[in-house]
């Protein structure tokens, strides 16, 4: 754990298969505070990093954490999916690395609006300069738009019901606060705690966080262009949370490694997912729905 309680998932297996013992650029593309970049730079003197975030808090942590590295360091307050487009030398790139899950910093911070265990604003942006909010989408969007929201992205069985109460309350009073949302979630489906099992709210902002930040966005797409532009042997690594993203990086990395009309242009490393172990999951709760995917241009 580091000093501001986040601990990297899956850190040495990020480590192993992006191969960091090369000298070369790893491209972090979800910095978040740091915490596998810093120790790709610390392992590795030869090793030069660009990071991206777009949450500048994130940022402004990680470029701290970063600074003894800063000769060696790149980073940009930006959406990665522009890496692709970037003026840099992608013949020296080694490895990239996607890590999709949201950090503990912006889970504790009470303000932004990502947990439902934490009482405040139903905000839920990364990027600040983003005008749209999660109170804005439950207090705007119509009753078919949320039930949708609700299903594609939290896979979310009792949607339509949930989006209609949600109507319904919010004619009343404007839904604004995590606690409220949570309540509404909780009338519908009743919840006692019992091990092994997710709280439903969990779906319902997972749900929400995904449409307020368009996080499914051209993903795909991205994998895509950024395996085509790779050298080879340089690496993929991506890190997902939910079926959803999973589903889309295993179809793409598929894809890229099937020769159909062209030859394929990745190989496969990960035949499954790797997983955090029991140990990990003891001290890092939140690692427990982790799935790595891995793949090397070829």
Known sequence: MNGNGHIPVLLEEVMDYLDIKREGIYVD?????????????KRNPKATLIGFDIDESSLLKAKKKLEPYADRVT????????????????????????????SSFQLDSPERG???????????????RNKVTASKIINKYSEHKLAKIFQEYGEFRRANRLARVIISRRKLKKI?????????????????????????????FQALRIEVNQELKS????????????????????????????RII?????????????????????????????????????????????????
């Not at 990502?114 to 600040?128: A, K, Y």
């Not at 598929?254 to 009309?261: P, Q, V």
Request: hydrophobic share 40%; charged share 30%.
């Open 114 to 128: 990502f947990s439902f265990n934490r009482e405040g604003p139903l905000d839920m942006r990364m990027d600040l």
């Open 250 to 298: 295993k179809h793409t990395f598929a894809d890229l490694a099937t020769s159909n009309d062209s030859p394929p242009i990745l190989k496969i490393l990960t035949k499954k997912p790797v997983i955090p172990d029991e140990e990990e999951i003891v001290i890092n709760f939140r690692a427990r729905s982790a799935k790595l995917r891995a793949a090397e241009r070829i």
């Open 29 to 41: 593309c979800t910095l978040g505070v740091a915490g596998h970049a810093l120790q790709i730079v």
């Open 176 to 204: 604004e606060t995590t606690s409220q949302l949570r309540h509404i979630v909780e009338e519908i489906c009743p919840w006692r705690p019992k091990k092994g099992k997710t709280h439903p709210a969990a779906k319902v």
């Open 75 to 102: 980073l940009y307050h930006s959406d990665f999916r522009y890496l692709p487009d970037l003026k840099i030398d992608f013949t020296h790139i080694k490895g990239i690395l996607l890590d999709l899950g949201l």
């Open 219 to 246: 993903l795909s797409c991205f994998l895509e262009k950024t395996g085509q532009k790779l050298p080879k042997k340089a690496r993929i690594i991506a890190i997902s949370f939910h079926s959803l993203e999973d």
